[in-house]
C-alpha cells in the first residue's frame, strides 16, 4: 500500500514531486487526445458528436452510447515506481511486448517504426508525449514506470506497450471488499447475493456501471491491483462508449468529457469570471459551427460506505446507499494556456 508523502523520505518525496509533474502533463495531452482530437474526428468526418448526457456523471448510471471508431481510445499506465513482476500474471509485461524497436517493428506500423530510438521511450526526452498519442491506439494498455533497468533513479519510461489486465473481477471485488471490512475471508463468506453486490460495487467505487465494455472494466481492474503496489499510481481510461477519459489515481476518480456552450452562456459565464467573452472563448474553448466545446472535469469523493470503518469492525453492505459522490466540477484552459487555471463550472446537476 502506497504512503502519503507526510511518510516519505527525503529521496522518495522527490520522487512524488517528480512524478506528479510528469503526471499533470501527461494528463494535459491526454485529454487534448482524448477528447478534442476525437471531436474534430467526428467534424472532419461529417458525423455528429454525441456529447455526454448529465444524467451519465451521476453515481450508478447506466446510460451508454455505441461504440465509434472515430473516438480516440486508450489505456494508459502510470506508475510511480516499477510494477512488481510477482504482477505479472494479473498484469501481462513481458520480453515480447517491451518497447524495442524490434517489437515495435513487429506490432506496430512501419512508418513508426523507421522513427523510433530508444531514448524516444523516456519521459524526459523532447516527442515522448507525441511518442504516446501515436501508440494509444494498439490495444489494450501501455505502461510508464520507473525504468528499473538504468542507474539514474527518477528518470520514467514507457516501457511495454499491448500490456493485458487479466485479473478476475472476483479477486478485485474480494480485495476491495476486505478492505472496506465488508468480508474477512472471502467474497462469498456471507452468500452467493452478497458476493455480486460486492462485485457490482466495485465498479461504482470506480465510476462505473457493472455492465460497461471491457476497456473501462480493466482499467479499473488494474487501478485496484496496483493498490498492492508501495507507490502510487494513475489510470487514464479514454472510452467510446461513455464520451470520456477517467482518471484513477490516490485522489480517486476524475471523468474528463466535452461541454458544448452558446454565445448566452459563454457571456454568463464570462462576466461572472470578470472577462470578456472572446477572451474565455480564446482561453478554454474550441470553435464548432455554431457553438463551442471545452473540456469539463468531474471530480468525485466517496461516502462513508466507500471507506474503512473507523472502528475496524465487519459491516454489512447496502446496495441502496451510494458509494461515490460528486464533489467538484471544473472547466479547463486550452492546452496552450499554461498560466490559466481551471475555473468552477457546475453542470451535472444543472437543469438542461
Known amino acids: 500500500m502506497w504512503a502519503y508523502r507526510e511518510r516519505l523520505n527525503y529521496y522518495e518525496k522527490l520522487r512524488r514531486s517528480i512524478y506528479e509533474v510528469l503526471r499533470d502533463a501527461l494528463e494535459l495531452k491526454l485529454m487534448k487526445t482524448s477528447l478534442i482530437d476525437s471531436f474534430f474526428n467526428h467534424v472532419a468526418n461529417n458525423v455528429e458528436y454525441s456529447f455526454v448526457d448529465k444524467s451519465e456523471l451521476r453515481p450508478k448510471s447506466k446510460k451508454m452510447e455505441k461504440e465509434s471508431e472515430l473516438f480516440n481510445t486508450f489505456i494508459v499506465i502510470f506508475c510511480e515506481g516499477s510494477v512488481d513482476p510477482a504482477l505479472k500474471n494479473y498484469i501481462r509485461f513481458f520480453p515480447e511486448n517491451k518497447v524495442i524497436k524490434q517489437n515495435i517493428e513487429y506490432l506496430v506500423n512501419m512508418s513508426l ?205 447496502k446496495p441502496a446507499y451510494n458509494w461515490l459522490k460528486l464533489r467538484d466540477e471544473f472547466l479547463h484552459p486550452k492546452d496552450d494556456q499554461l498560466l490559466l487555471k481551471p475555473i468552477n463550472y457546475n453542470w451535472v446537476y444543472t437543469p438542461q
Not at 488494474?222 to 464520451?243: D, H, M
Open 113 to 317: 517504426y523507421k522513427n523510433f530510438h530508444q531514448n524516444l521511450r523516456y519521459f524526459d526526452q523532447p516527442g515522448f508525449t507525441d511518442f504516446i498519442t501515436r501508440l494509444i491506439n494498439v490495444d489494450y494498455a501501455l505502461l510508464i514506470q520507473q525504468d528499473p533497468t538504468i542507474k539514474k533513479k527518477n528518470r520514467y519510461a514507457l516501457t511495454h506497450f499491448h500490456v493485458k489486465i487479466d485479473w478476475p473481477i472476483a479477486d478485485a471485488a474480494e480485495d476491495l471488499a476486505k478492505w472496506l471490512r465488508y468480508i474477512q475471508n472471502n467474497l462469498y463468506e456471507k452468500g452467493d447475493k452478497e458476493g455480486r453486490i460486492l462485485q457490482n460495487k466495485l465498479f461504482e467505487y470506480y465510476g462505473c456501471h457493472h455492465s460497461v465494455g471491457g476497456r473501462r472494466t480493466a482499467a479499473l481492474i488494474a487501478a485496484q491491483l496496483l493498490k498492492k503496489l508501495n507507490a502510487i499510481s494513475t489510470i487514464f481510461v479514454s472510452s467510446s462508449e461513455s464520451r470520456s477519459m477517467v482518471k484513477y489515481s490516490e485522489r480517486g476518480v476524475s471523468k474528463f468529457f466535452l461541454i458544448q456552450l452558446n454565445n448566452d452562456q459563454i457571456a454568463a459565464l464570462a462576466a461572472r469570471e470578470g472577462m470578456d467573452a472572446e477572451t474565455l472563448k480564446a482561453s478554454y474553448l474550441y470553435p464548432a459551427e455554431k457553438y463551442y466545446v471545452g473540456i469539463s472535469e468531474a471530480v468525485y469523493g466517496y461516502t462513508p460506505y466507500a471507506k474503512p470503518p473507523e472502528d475496524g469492525k465487519l459491516r454489512k453492505v
